[in-house]
């Protein structure tokens, strides 16, 4: 019986030798390493945890930013509306534009003071532009307002018909208004901003003068290229004279005909009357 034992565990120690070998010929295997099952199902639970908070993160950014774009919309339109409350203090704004654009039709501003003073220079401008934003036309680029601030003037928005080659005109009598016109006459319009025509503009007599502003837009079809005339504004304005300009420009304009007939003559008679004088005292 115990031989038997003693065959049975040669057999099983003989056996766990092979066992060994053939895991130490199969796999080198470092002493000190650990071998971790992990389950798989695990893994992919955790990649999709980590994305789900990778993609509520993003949401989250995505919020945030809309909710900066709005803040900065609000607070550009808050900054416009304070800069048009301050621009507009000394001025009326007429809003002609429709709820409505047609198809080739963008808006004009342009702006001509209440009241002017004869030999004061004033400003007149006009702006043109494709896309309906009346706070751009009216505040301008570089913060450079349509009306003179420091002169009661009326602003006036309307529709008009756009092309792509236009132009403008500030037109008077030659006795009633001095014109400078500041701009190029033809000018492109494009699709973003505005383009602008600036007058400086004297008046020269007192009363009501009349002003007329024309726009010219240029037309290609089958016949040919031509221009067609818009008038904007055709009417008068009131001017008041003043005394000291008037008699300054009198004399700058007269000057010839003043020393002709009134300071010559007088020189004359004056060189005479002396001329006896002395002949008297002499005799």
């Not at 993160?57 to 900066?68: F, P, T």
């Not at 007058?199 to 009349?210: C, H, M």
């Not at 000057?255 to 006896?276: D, G, V």
Request: with cysteine.
């Amino acid at each position: 019986m115990k031989s038997l034992i003693y065959v049975l565990l040669f057999f099983i120690i003989l056996s766990s030798c092979k066992v060994s070998k053939q895991l130490s010929n199969n796999t080198n295997v470092n002493k000190d390493s650990v071998i971790v099952f992990v389950d798989s199902s695990y893994i992919e639970d955790l990649v999709d945890s980590v994305y789900i908070k990778k993609d509520d993160n993003l949401e989250v950014n995505a919020n945030i930013k809309e909710v900066d774009v709005e803040a900065n919309k609000d607070k550009h339109q808050i900054d416009d509306r304070i800069k048009l409350n301050k621009i507009t203090d000394n001025a009326e704004v007429v809003d002609k534009v429709g709820d409505v654009q047609k198809i080739g039709e963008g808006v004009i501003a342009y702006s001509i003071p209440n009241e002017m003073i004869v030999g004061k220079y004033y400003s007149v401008k006009l702006r043109i532009s494709k896309d309906v934003n009346k706070s751009k036309l009216i505040l301008g680029d570089r913060e450079i307002p349509i009306n003179d601030v420091s002169v009661s003037s009326k602003i006036t928005i309307e529709s008009i018909r756009v092309e792509s080659v236009m132009s403008a005109q500030l037109i008077s009598e030659e006795v009633s208004f001095k014109i400078e016109s500041k701009s190029t006459e033809f000018q492109n319009i494009e699709d973003n901003g505005y383009t602008e025509w600036e007058w400086r503009i004297t008046p020269l007599k007192g009363g009501s003068n009349f002003l007329k502003l024309l726009v010219k837009v240029r037309v290609i079809n089958e016949s040919g290229e031509f221009y067609k005339d818009i008038i904007v504004f055709d009417r008068n304005v009131n001017v008041k004279s003043n005394a000291l300009f008037s008699f300054k420009n009198w004399l700058f304009n007269y000057w010839q005909w003043i020393i002709s007939t009134i300071i010559s003559p007088f020189i004359i008679w004056f060189y005479k009357k002396k001329s006896e004088e002395k002949k008297k005292i002499k005799k």
